[in-house]
């Protein structure tokens, strides 16, 4: 199975803030590579797919990059809405597989 | 747009079956468009895919459950399921069922989870 290492497990910032998390695949996944966000409770919500393509209705302050095997998402300016656990997925070849999850939480 | 939604027993003993219903409204099961999976999350950690099917029958399982699980549809219900047989307090978890573009691929719609607990 292809391991994906998400980073950091979790970080603290302010609404205006620009956050960057990094994932990790452990072996190349060309840009087979999607986004989420959850909230508490709530299930996820896709955010960007194939490494960079920004799903309709999703805010354009989110980004995705990286092809191979490091990829980050970027929220250009955190909104008090973003705060949430954010989890990527290689659907290169299965079985998918997800990272374990960056929350972001108020500083 | 596609709304699924899971339901199922909340608790199950162990060894039991784990037997669970997807519902899915503002689209057919039977469209080629798309595959219908599985996804779930013990409470506090990462989310694992379970498999998933194709209006066809196709069938799509994680090696590390396999052994274990039967993914079907029932067009005429427009619902697809899970069975997840000899559960253990392992699988304990938030079951999603979710619509992707292909087998493995991102999922694009999700239902709003159920909690399965296994426990005597």
């Known amino acids: 199975d292809i391991q994906m290492t998400q980073s950091p497990s979790s970080l603290s910032a302010s609404v205006g803030d620009r956050v960057t998390i990094t994932c990790r695949a452990s072996?190349?996944?060309?840009?087979?590579l999607n986004w989420y966000q959850q909230k508490p409770g709530k299930a996820p919500k896709l955010l960007i797919y194939?490494?960079?393509s920004l799903r309709s209705g999703v805010q354009s302050r989110f980004s995705g990059s990286g092809s191979g095997t490091d990829f980050t998402l970027t929220i250009s300016s955190l909104q008090p809405e973003d705060f949430a656990t954010y989890h990527c997925?290689?659907?290169?070849?299965?079985?998918?597989?997800f990272g374990q999850g960056t929350k972001v939480e108020i500083k | 747009q596609l709304q699924l939604q899971e339901s199922g027993p909340g608790l199950v003993k162990p060894s039991e079956t784990l037997s669970l219903i997807c519902t899915v409204s503002?689209?057919?099961?039977?469209?080629?468009?798309?595959?219908w999976g599985w996804i779930r999350q013990p409470p506090g950690k990462g989310l694992e895919w379970i498999g998933s099917?194709?209006?066809?029958?196709?069938?799509h399982y994680n090696p590390s459950l396999k052994s274990r699980i039967t993914i079907s549809g029932d067009s005429s219900k427009n619902q697809f399921s899970l069975r997840v047989s000899s559960v253990t307090a392992a699988d304990t978890a938030v079951y999603y069922c979710?619509?992707?573009?292909?087998?493995?691929?991102?999922?694009?719609?999700w239902g709003p989870g159920t909690l399965a607990i296994v426990s005597s």
């Open positions: 979710a619509s992707s573009g292909y087998e493995w691929g991102e999922f694009d719609f």
């Open positions: 072996q190349t996944i060309r840009n087979y």
């Open positions: 194939a490494a960079s």
């Open positions: 997925q290689q659907s290169y070849s299965p079985p998918s597989t």
């Open positions: 503002g689209g057919s099961i039977s469209s080629i468009t798309y595959y």
């Open positions: 099917i194709y209006y066809s029958g196709n069938t």
